[in-house]
């Protein structure tokens, strides 16, 4: 059997990520046991949690140098020795940065006949499907209320918002730069986008929520969340889905205010994966489907071409310069 | 009619709070108009959250110099313009330190026959409920699970744990001093508790919860809640009820890891005040009466005696030299 092109993690980052923190290699075909898959790789997930891997031991173990990279990816079945499985048929699991990776049947998910295959990275995927659970189940946004989310423009970023808009309630991005704000605004029905980087970003977020907040679903931690918290209304719940300002650096930063602004406007902060809500994705599947069916929900997917685009595409993710869901397309799909 | 003593706030502290900070004053008897009460004071409630209304508004207004230090009072009604309230009521309410206030009737609650009245101000009254609402209906623990609290030897902390121990799940204390936590294990029954003073705190804390936190009902903040979040298990809830090491200082410590571990171990974090569940009162007084009644919770009051009383108590309070509630007897019960 031919090769196999790896990307692997040449060092860890101690801040900012950089491309040259990776190398490409090849080696040999890998060669599968009982219970495993080789799958040849279409869609790799760029994610900003596969930079607070590199941190640590998270929701996961940790990677380290020598590693290939981990990700989440969706590919086609090239062997298998598990039954049940046969080549050609299409799944999702962990896997890597390569052309083909080993997976355990066990645990990846089958894909659908629903296609594009992209969509079950974005709206039917985990970016859909975290929106859609911490939204729904966390935040409990009631008709009329106000929903702020952070990294707007982002993979799960643009279905909070726009769910939000979907069941009545006020909906507040807050993304980095004026230009994206306006796509917030103009392009996905946002009601209000603010600007963090501005230098007025706490008065422009008072400004944005009148009546202050209610749901603030919070991507970033750090000095966002501090604003939010401030802003908050009484019993306002807060969605903690990631924490992407604290993952690219190696300075963390804790909002004031914790617990005393917990206590007295008595709020709710709860963190989440999506898998804690997996009893419920049937329901998330159809609402999301409807909701873009009836136009009410736009789907945006950022697709890099090329196992090569992986490095750039993830450090320029964490600077945060995709709109929608980032992923990398290593291979057309099956015909 | 005779003349009141009140104390009164003579200058806001700015850091550790000073008995030297109020002033006594005698002040003609106050009158009352439609709708009013005139009180005569029997017990006046000290609690840590007297020093939070010093620093601004909270979930009530902030107290400023001149004013007649505000606390939750019971006495007795010696004049009312208010219909159905007579002198001789025994009522509950927002009152000031002096031997008499004026109340609004709509405002104050009736005291039960219920006696010793001391027991309305801990079993029966806030520092009771607050800890019963809290573990109960957000710390939610179940049978073997590991609980947490803070200043465990203060008025809702001695009940916290031994709630914790009534439902079946394993109570841990954190307070200052061994000698205070050989008597929360001796006295009221705790597992374990663990000194916040020691050296060695996190790993004290760490040895006393082999199986890690599954609640931690925090009334105090800062490193001490940072530590707990650092044991927490995965849904570990914590319940946010007051920030002791906060209010009596001008430095503000915020815990590490927020929201990353929130994210991280899927935890949550929630704020109440005891109002937010008035409407299951009832029960909570009706279980509460039960454990006493059978000897599962044992009450412990720390009674001050003359209003001149309250400025060093509550001082010493928020050093932590109380054990269960701390309260002032301003006067004798009515006979």
């Given at each position: 059997m031919s090769d196999v092109t790896q990307i692997v993690i040449r060092e860890l980052p101690t801040d900012n990520l950089r491309a040259d923190h990776f190398e490409t290699r090849t080696a040999a075909m890998p060669t599968i046991e009982d219970g495993q898959l080789l799958v040849r790789t279409i869609l790799?997930?760029?994610?900003?949690?596969?930079?607070?891997?590199?941190?640590?031991?998270?929701?996961?173990?940790?990677?380290?140098?020598?590693?290939?990279?981990?990700?989440?990816?969706?590919?086609?079945?090239?062997?298998?020795?598990?039954?049940?499985?046969?080549?050609?048929?299409?799944?999702?699991?962990?896997?890597?940065?390569?052309?083909?990776?080993?997976?355990?049947?066990?645990a990846v998910a089958r894909i659908s006949d629903y296609r594009p295959l992209t969509h079950h990275m974005s709206l039917l995927g985990i970016a859909g499907k975290t929106a859609y659970h911490g939204l729904m189940h966390i935040g409990e946004p009631k008709a009329g209320e106000t929903v702020v989310v952070s990294a707007a423009a982002g993979s799960v970023g643009i279905f909070v918002g726009q769910i939000a808009k979907a069941v009545g309630a006020r909906a507040v991005g807050i993304a980095g730069g004026a230009e994206k704000c306006a796509w917030l605004v103009d392009e996905l029905g946002f009601d209000a986008a603010v600007d963090y980087k501005s230098p007025t970003f706490f008065k422009d977020l008072q400004a944005?929520?009148?009546?202050?907040?209610?749901?603030?679903?919070?991507?970033?931690?750090?000095?966002?969340?501090?604003?939010?918290?401030?802003?908050?209304?009484?019993?306002?719940?807060?969605?903690?889905?990631?924490?992407?300002?604290?993952?690219?650096?190696a300075e963390m930063t804790s909002p004031k205010g914790v617990p005393g602004l917990i206590?007295?406007?008595?709020?709710?902060?709860?963190?989440?994966?999506?898998?804690?809500?997996?009893?419920?994705?049937?329901?998330?599947?159809?609402?999301?489907?409807?909701?873009?069916?009836?136009?009410?929900?736009?789907?945006?997917?950022?697709?890099?071409?090329?196992?090569?685009?992986?490095?750039?595409?993830l450090v320029g993710l964490l600077k945060g310069e995709n709109r929608g869901k980032r992923m990398v397309r290593v291979a057309p799909d099956p015909s």
């Open positions: 790799m997930s760029l994610d900003a949690a596969n930079r607070a891997w590199m941190q640590g031991a998270t929701y996961r173990e940790a990677v380290k140098p020598g590693d290939v990279m981990h990700t989440y990816s969706i590919g086609e079945v090239v062997e298998s020795k598990a039954d049940g499985f046969s080549p050609g048929d299409i799944v999702a699991g962990e896997g890597g940065w390569a052309t083909h990776t080993v997976m355990k049947a066990r944005a929520c009148p009546g202050g907040i209610d749901v603030y679903f919070d991507n970033v931690g750090g000095k966002i969340l501090e604003a939010a918290m401030f802003l908050s209304n009484l019993k306002a719940r807060i969605v903690c889905c990631g924490a992407v300002s604290q993952y690219d650096t206590v007295v406007k008595r709020l709710k902060m709860q963190g989440f994966i999506v898998m804690d809500f997996g009893d419920q994705d049937a329901a998330a599947l159809a609402d999301l489907s409807n909701w873009y069916n009836s136009g009410q929900i736009k789907v945006v997917e950022d697709v890099l071409e090329g196992l090569d685009a992986a490095p750039a595409g």
